[in-house]
């Protein structure tokens, strides 16, 4: 797989300007949250069936060293974050009363599975992660159907539009299909070129831009016309589609310590915003506090995330790399056939 250098299309800087775009979704009227959490479905997708062809699929029971990997890898930080909101709520005495059932919420704050369908949500951003878990328990069946036949995508989508009769947003199925575009990418070698990336990016910001055009003339005309800013659901999914091909070329450029640790950051900032902006209370006072408010805001979700991440997430992920790296196995010559033995690497 060829990697290229375009500096200026770094993956981790892309993670972590989606993640601010959610933090901007819930701090403004400027609604391109779930534009963003699908571009990260297409991430996931893309580097789920990597790892799984290049890694996963190499280790002894592959598919229970991948389930227990993924989930070594995002929930130890999902379980913090759910317990500062809890922590956060309880301080502010907006805790509630009843959240649907004790067992119930402290399975999905741990487990992640079911969290989307929580009647209470300490952590909301945490939903995107239900769909995330659940995606890690079909993806070895998408990437070895889609990598044998890339129409197999057709049929992500067909389950997708079928969602509503399958659960609905409580599963994965509605975001499916963004996931199966990642997988195709990575199992086809999709590239998309420098002038159609480029082309993606532009043609996403020229909309935004005419978008904001029209929103400030129209305010200009009528102030009481903020509620014009609002993207609908279909502006998101075309947002989305329109970015796409620049998500995937981003996966394809080089990426140093300082990019893939911003990568590893948005994460964190990602599920951790939404506790720091409830207890700053970013939405109160005139849009000047809110800018100040919103700024303090941003400033302790990085030292706090940077701080998360050097403490408690990085010494864990070489924990699950180690435990990874000693799981796989390589074929081994031997007289009279060949075995299978663990590698060390």
Known sequence: MAVGSDKFASPGALRMALAFAVFVHHTTKFNLGMSAVLIFFVLSGYWVA????????????????FLVSRFWRVAPVFMLCSAIAWALLWWRGVAPAEAGGLMRQLFS?????????????????????????QFYLVA????????????????????SLLAPKFGGSATVLPFLYFFGIGVAAATHDLKPSRRLAYASLGATFALLAVYAAIFFKSVAADPTQTQLLAFSSKANLLIAVMMTPWAIYTTKQKSGSTDRMFGDLSYIFYLLHWSVIGAIGTGEGS???RFVLCSEAVIVILVASWLIWLLFDRPIGRLRAGWVA?????????????????ALA
């Open 109 to 133: 704050n741990v487990m992640i599975l079911g969290y989307n369908s929580l009647s209470y949500q300490a952590n909301v951003p945490g939903w995107s992660l239900d769909m995330e878990m």
């Open 50 to 65: 990597t790892m799984w062809t290049k890694t996963y699929s190499k280790t002894s029971l592959s598919y229970f060293t």
């Open 287 to 289: 849009y000047a506090d």
């Open 140 to 159: 070895p069946v998408v990437v070895f159907l889609v990598s044998r036949n890339i129409f197999v995508l057709l049929g992500c989508v067909l389950l």
């Open 326 to 342: 000693r799981r796989r196995v390589t074929a081994t010559a031997e007289p009279g056939g060949a075995a299978l033995q663990p």
